[in-house]
């Protein structure tokens, strides 16, 4: 549901919300039905804290500009991955070629093989549709 003409406008309309609340947005990049954001959180804030307000604030910035027809709103849930300094290139790296990466695996199917790959426990009931 995003489209390219509008992925730079958003990306810096959630570089605003993160930077307004005193976080980091290192990288992001928003496809059509996901958005990767590399985010440096202080200690202080609540990782579902900061999603909430990236998800509410940019839900309504998206239909306040009527990219769409209808209400948009991001699905319930959101996937978080700590990370360390060593494997910030990789990772941006990673989130830039999203578009090609895509056309061999699905995000969902993507996202499944990680929870398996790092032994995390998850209800396939929670899992995000397509």
């Known amino acids: 549901m995003i489209s390219s003409e509008n992925k730079e406008?958003?990306?810096k309309y959630i570089t605003g919300i993160v930077t307004a609340k005193s976080q980091k947005l290192i990288a992001i990049n928003c496809m059509p039905n996901h958005v990767?954001?590399?985010l440096?959180?202080?200690p202080d804030m609540a990782v579902s804290n900061i999603v909430r307000d990236i998800k509410a604030n940019s839900s309504r910035f998206i239909n306040e500009q009527k990219w769409m027809a209808g209400n948009f709103e991001w699905q319930k849930g959101f996937g978080?991955?700590?990370l360390g300094n060593s494997q910030l290139t990789a990772?941006?790296?990673y989130m830039a070629n999203q578009e090609q990466h895509h056309y061999g695996i699905t995000f969902?199917?993507?996202?499944?093989?990680?929870?398996?790959r790092y032994e995390v426990n998850y209800n396939a009931d929670y899992i995000f549709t397509e």
């Open 9 to 11: 406008e958003l990306h």
């Open 80 to 82: 978080a991955f700590s």
């Open 40 to 42: 440096g959180i202080k």
């Open 36 to 38: 990767h954001m590399l």
């Open 91 to 93: 990772i941006i790296r």
């Open 108 to 116: 969902r199917e993507e996202y499944v093989e990680f929870l398996k």
